[in-house]
């Protein structure tokens, strides 16, 4: 009896094992489904980044590349990726996976590589991974191609570099500012027109420049409120000349800056005209004087010797001429010719009869 006691406990102890095993495997089918499920969707979310994404181990083993990453470098799984993506024996230098790994944060590089025959620009985007615990595992790199950012970004340069050429070799000082006044470039035609320090270039002191400007002007505050009078009227240009304590006359203009319609600052230009328009003062009174001189030459004064009989004139060199081609000369008269009454009688007596029949 007693032994068929403990049969009946062994098999109910033997049901119940079975029934838990029964659902530590559903468990572990469960488990693992949901784990397909997760890994389809890792992987789902890592061929939606649409760049090369590449797992590396702390051994700088390849654990896995997706789709993309496959496309461009080979299936290089199980290789260490110096070697599989650069051809060397050891670490790369400048390793960014490297510097995620030590500080526990994502560092960027970039670097040119070749694909095939294709050279390109890209950007590597370092993480490391850590397990639930905080174990560092593996790291992680996006790569990025960003050629046409850097042909773009050279072409910018080149652009830029070729504008600078062309403000450093005219001979007016230039200075661009944004809509607030903010000063974006200048050339250096500029910096030595106004005498500005280069630190306050440096780190674009516009304060600092305005006040070295305006203690240079004679009349500053009027420089001041043609400054801001502009400013409030962005599309007015203006023309003037400024009065420098120094001597120098600038010509000063101004237009807006106008990109792709819209105005997107100021552009001033200066340019010293001291040496003409100090010319041009002398050309003015050199005129003036010329006038005046003129003018008395052309005013008759003074004593004339002239003949009683022939009625000529003696000049200053003490020639005898017809009084007038004196005049002519020395005045601004312009002679007509005619008879008078009395020459007529005596010379036209018949005629003067005909004209003047009342003095018969």
């Not at 406990?9 to 468990?27: T, V």
């Not at 490297?98 to 590589?113: F, N, S, V």
């Not at 500029?190 to 203690?215: N, R, T």
């Amino acid at each position: 009896m007693d032994k068929k006691t403990d049969y009946s406990g062994l098999e109910q102890y033997n049901n119940a094992l079975g029934n838990k095993c029964a659902e530590l495997q559903n468990d572990l089918l469960s488990l693992i489904k949901k784990l397909g499920e997760e890994k389809a969707k890792s992987d789902a979310i890592i061929a939606a980044i649409g760049d090369p994404v590449v797992i590396i181990d702390t051994d700088y083993r390849v654990l896995y590349q997706n789709k993309i990453a496959d496309g461009l470098l080979g299936d290089n799984a199980g290789q260490c990726c110096y070697a599989a993506y650069k051809g060397r024996k050891e670490v790369c230098l400048e390793c960014a996976l490297t510097q995620a790994w030590q500080d526990g944060r994502i560092h960027k590089i970039e670097k040119i590589m070749t694909y095939g025959n294709d050279t390109k620009y890209v950007e590597i985007a370092a993480s490391p991974l850590k397990d639930s615990t905080g174990k560092l595992v593996a790291g992680i790199e996006i790569v990025r191609d960003i050629t046409q950012r850097k042909l773009a970004e050279q072409k910018l340069q080149k652009t830029n570099f070729l504008l600078q050429a062309v403000l450093e070799s005219t001979t007016d000082g230039i200075l661009v500012v944004d809509p607030d006044g903010h000063l974006l470039t200048c050339n250096q035609r500029f910096v030595e027109i106004w005498q500005i320090p280069p630190h306050i270039l440096e780190k674009y002191g516009d304060e600092e420049a305005l006040d070295l400007v305006l203690d240079q002007v004679e009349h500053p505050e009027a420089f001041l409120q043609k400054v801001k009078d502009l400013y409030s009227s962005p599309d007015a240009t203006d023309l003037d000349v400024l009065a420098l304590k120094d001597g120098r006359c600038i010509e000063r203009y101004t237009r807006p800056l106008v990109i792709n319609d819209s105005n997107k600052g100021r552009v001033w230009s200066f340019r010293d005209i001291t040496k003409f328009s100090q010319a041009e003062e002398e050309r003015t009174e050199l005129v003036d004087e010329l006038q005046k001189a003129l003018a008395e030459v052309k005013r008759l004064s003074g004593f004339l010797p002239i003949c009683s009989y022939c009625k000529n004139i003696r000049d200053h060199d003490g020639q005898w001429i017809q009084i007038e081609a004196y005049i002519s000369k020395h005045s601004e008269a312009v002679f007509t010719h005619g008879i008078c009454p009395e020459c007529i009688k005596i010379y036209h007596p018949e005629q003067y009869k005909t004209i003047y029949p009342q003095d018969r």
